[in-house]
């Protein structure tokens, strides 16, 4: 089915169209190439519901004798993660002129950014991920080096020496699964169906390698130092690209490792105790930032690492969890970022003791603010409640009542974000005078983000019944 291939193609065939028209135009034509991306990816979802799950795929042979092809598919894994990608993408978009005027070159890298995103999550066998990881990555690192800000170069380096890390154990791994699978074979099915047939030992020492891969990548302590630099530094649109599809590339391979490597199941209570270790960590580490993006790349920590329990926990309501919990922090960590990036452009500063009375002035932007920190700490009617909901029952299920120790890390990152909202937002004491005006454009964004995980958190049989949760 043509749909899903024109999902990856339709950015990156506006990435080259920017080439023929003048820099200002490229921000019309990224919107648009991530509105369709959009769109497109809503009808294949419909196009799932109606005619099931393997009725929307695509497949082109590409070198037979190594028994690789060019294969896409909806599958049970992907099909929340995609729709999570293009909602933050498209978000990034409507703001990116506000940010960054009128940029040829970032709009293009912008484009191939999501292009390669998407990729990631459609693509049904391991070397075609890897080729599309690794422009992801590529993007980034140029994002942040090209377009952040004072120390974005060291950022930037810092950001491509983890991401190299995690590419070399990943690409290890996928190369002893290759040959260690008879016939051999890229594709994830198949691997995951032959996988018990692997040696033992070769399958623990893939597990370490991905492991390492994807802790990097969410990041888990203590791999994270990379995660806060790259935030402080990267202009908002690449914080909301990277808190908010990035690092769910690390989420997504957990999930992948435990379907091909079995010998990963023998090892969950300890990386359970990892994954909620550096939630709980990284939730108090907030206590000691006062830089607004830094606080709020803390809590990505927090909120990835409670998703990496319900993943650990192997079962069907954990691994739910788990992938709503990723579509529900995508969305909601890119609101915050978001305003982050707005209060930065408006006052010059993300020292949070600096920014004052923003509400007297903003009050849109206050509410927003408000609004995601509700719906990253699971509020009741949005999408980061049925997240977090299904990822502790399925750790309680597993775990027993360490399962649930993470829910910790929610209520600190919670009491951390509501006493910023009282001591910047609302403190009218000494109010912060701005330095520019509010564009339009970064209401609309946000509004659209949370009416997404209003919409998700209310009605999330919308995803959950055609993805098979």
């Not at 609309?444 to 995803?463: D, E, H, K």
């Amino acid at each position: 089915m043509l749909v899903l291939p024109l999902i990856i193609l339709m950015p990156f065939l506006a990435a080259l169209a920017t080439f023929f028209f003048d820099k200002g135009r490229a921000h019309v034509i990224s919107i648009i190439a991530s509105a369709a991306a959009l769109i497109l990816t809503l009808a294949a979802v419909y196009l799932a519901s109606a005619n099931g799950m393997g009725s929307v795929n695509f497949s082109y042979s590409y070198i037979p004798a190594l028994n690789l092809s060019f294969h896409l598919q909806f599958s049970q894994l992907s099909i929340i993660l995609t729709v999570m990608t293009v909602i933050v993408f498209f978000a990034a978009s409507l703001v990116s002129n506000y940010f960054i005027k009128d940029s040829r070159l970032y709009n293009i890298i912008f484009l191939i950014a999501e292009g390669s995103s998407i990729g990631v999550f459609l693509s049904s066998n391991l070397f075609l991920l890897y080729v599309f990881w690794e422009i992801s990555e590529v993007m980034m690192f140029f994002i942040i080096f090209l377009f952040g800000g004072y120390e974005r170069r060291y950022a930037a380096i810092k950001f491509i020496i983890y991401s190299l890390l995690s590419s070399f154990c990943l690409l290890i791994a996928v190369i002893l699964l290759y040959v260690n699978v008879i016939p051999h074979t890229f594709n994830i099915a198949t691997i995951a169906s032959l996988a018990g047939s692997v040696p033992t030992q070769t399958q623990l020492v893939i597990m370490i390698l991905l492991f390492l891969a994807f802790a990097i990548k969410m990041p888990v302590f203590p791999f994270h130092t990379w995660l806060p630099d790259a935030h402080t530094e990267a202009p908002t649109m690449g914080s909301m690209i990277l808190a908010g599809v990035l690092l769910k590339f690390g989420g997504y391979g957990l999930l992948l490792m435990f379907l091909m490597v079995p010998v990963s199941h023998s090892y969950i209570v300890y990386m359970a105790l990892v994954f909620g270790f550096s939630a709980v960590y990284a939730a108090f580490v907030t206590f000691r930032q006062t830089n607004l993006k830094r606080l709020i790349a803390y809590t990505s920590i927090t909120d990835m690492g409670i998703i990496a329990v319900g993943v650990a926990a192997s079962n069907i309501i954990g691994t739910s969890g788990a992938l709503y919990g990723m579509l529900s922090h995508g969305i909601a960590i890119s609101i915050l970022f978001l305003i982050a990036g707005t209060l930065d452009e408006l006052y010059g500063t993300l020292e949070i003791e600096r920014i004052k009375g923003v509400v007297a002035r903003y009050p849109a932007i206050t509410y927003l603010f408000i609004a995601g920190a509700f719906a990253l700490v699971g509020l009741p009617l949005t999408s980061g409640f049925i997240g977090d909901l299904l990822v502790f029952i399925g750790a309680f299920h597993t775990f027993g009542m360490i399962g649930i120790a993470p829910l910790a890390g929610i209520f600190i990152m919670g009491a951390v974000l509501f006493w910023i909202i009282e001591r910047s937002f609302y403190n009218e004491s000494r109010p912060t005078m701005p330095y520019n005006t509010l564009g339009m454009s970064v209401i609309m964004s946000g509004a659209f983000l949370l009416a997404s995980t209003i919409v998700l958190g209310v009605l999330p049989f919308l995803l959950a019944n055609v993805s098979g949760l």
